[in-house]
């Protein structure tokens, strides 16, 4: 069994701030963790994974994550906030014996202002 | 373009109509996903498929949706006898065959069903 928790459904940053965004996941095997990103009326596109090897990964605009397995988190960082920036953003896991059957988090809006 | 194709972008349909929900993968890619999106929640599993054969259905409604993914075209989700609580995105996703092994799924703009 797998489940994930995004802690906050609304995150507000300004423009050139941190940004944070938290995932929390179950798994009773080693999991496959991925960050998406959805734009208003898209589809979800792939910002970063984690299968296994380094625990740090970087992925695409700036966005890194790092797995922690003792605090079985997963939260999505990016240094400086951009307006284009602003998106859904969509935590997911799944376990090596059917790594396309994911569970997704509920998901974060992230806004950004000027 | 090569992306994950999905038509209707949007549909509507009247109580008890059925709705059909069509959905081409990558080129290449021989595994297809189908999620739902209900407003303000996450994506919910519903069907893995692969040519011909329907892996894992755990995440389907016992009765009225069903899908498949015939040996030539599209793989195509069918809701019979629509209800007003079947109003959702429903997004397709794909993945090639050594995709099972990172799990990274490549998904299309999703078709939306509205149900009056």
């Known amino acids: 069994a797998q489940s994930v928790t995004q802690l906050g459904s609304h995150v507000s940053v300004s423009e050139g701030a941190l940004v944070l965004l938290r995932c929390n996941y179950s798994?009773?095997?080693?999991?496959?963790l991925f960050w998406y990103v959805q734009y208003p009326n898209q589809g979800l596109q792939l910002l970063l994974k984690?299968?296994?090897?380094?625990?740090l990964v970087k992925g695409i605009n700036g966005f890194e994550a790092e797995f922690k397995k003792s605090e079985t988190s997963f939260h999505l960082t990016k240094p400086s906030a951009h307006m284009s920036d602003a998106a859904e953003y969509f935590c997911?896991?799944?376990?090596?014996?059917?790594?396309?059957?994911?569970?997704f988090g509920d998901g974060t809006t992230l806004t950004v202002k000027p | 373009n090569a992306g994950v194709m999905q038509n209707p972008r949007h549909l509507v349909r009247r109580r008890g109509q059925e709705a059909r929900l069509r959905c081409s993968p990558m080129?290449?890619?021989?595994?297809v996903y189908w999620y739902r999106q209900l407003p303000e929640e996450g994506l919910k599993f519903m069907v893995y498929?692969?040519?011909?054969?329907?892996?894992?259905e755990s995440g389907m409604p016992k009765e009225r949706f069903s899908a498949e993914f015939p040996k030539e075209g599209p793989s195509i989700l069918r809701i019979q006898q629509v209800v007003r609580g079947d109003s959702a995105a429903y997004f397709c996703?794909?993945?090639?065959?050594?995709?099972?092994?990172?799990?990274?799924?490549?998904f299309g703009e999703g078709s939306r069903l509205t149900v009056l």
């Open positions: 498929l692969q040519k011909e054969n329907i892996i894992d």
């Open positions: 997911a896991v799944s376990q090596n014996t059917n790594a396309g059957k994911s569970t």
């Open positions: 798994s009773s095997v080693p999991p496959y």
């Open positions: 080129k290449g890619h021989s595994h």
């Open positions: 996703a794909s993945s090639p065959p050594q995709g099972r092994d990172t799990g990274e799924l490549f």
């Open positions: 984690y299968t296994t090897g380094a625990t």
